[in-house]
């Protein structure tokens, strides 16, 4: 599947952001998907995960609460809502998705297929 990540941009702390994650060439919901980020000198972290049907999220401890991540799959698209962004936040955000049924989802080598990134800048 390929996929199409949207959405960033330069915001203040404390403002939002709505980050998208469009697919094509696959039946999206048959894949987890997950958002990670990745900010210069620093190791490609998760910070989201939806399951499938959507049904199932987990978050990295540092955006609980503030971060939800969704999913249309009659439009093939995931989203992720970032609030009360921080300086820290500031990173590429990628989307990927997983083919595997059961699988860490904190490992980004699970994921077999990745968007292109999408760059988020939060000023303080």
């Known amino acids: 599947v390929q996929l199409q990540a949207s959405g960033g941009g330069l915001v203040q702390a404390g403002g939002s952001l709505r980050l998208s994650c469009a697919a094509s060439?696959?039946?999206?919901?048959?894949?987890?998907t997950g958002w990670f980020r990745q900010s210069p000198g620093k190791e490609r972290e998760l910070v989201a995960h939806?399951?499938?049907?959507?049904?199932?999220?987990s978050y990295a401890v540092s955006v609980a609460g503030r971060f939800a991540i969704s999913r249309d799959n009659a439009k093939n698209t995931v989203y992720l809502q970032m609030n009360s962004l921080k300086p820290e936040d500031t990173a590429v955000y990628y989307c990927?998705?997983?083919?595997?049924?059961?699988?860490?989802?904190?490992?980004?080598?699970?994921?077999?297929?990745w968007g292109q990134g999408t760059l988020v800048t939060v000023s303080s």
């Open positions: 990927a998705a997983a083919r595997a049924t059961f699988y860490d989802v904190t490992q980004a080598h699970n994921y077999a297929d």
């Open positions: 060439g696959g039946t999206f919901s048959n894949y987890g």
């Open positions: 939806i399951d499938r049907a959507g049904v199932s999220t």
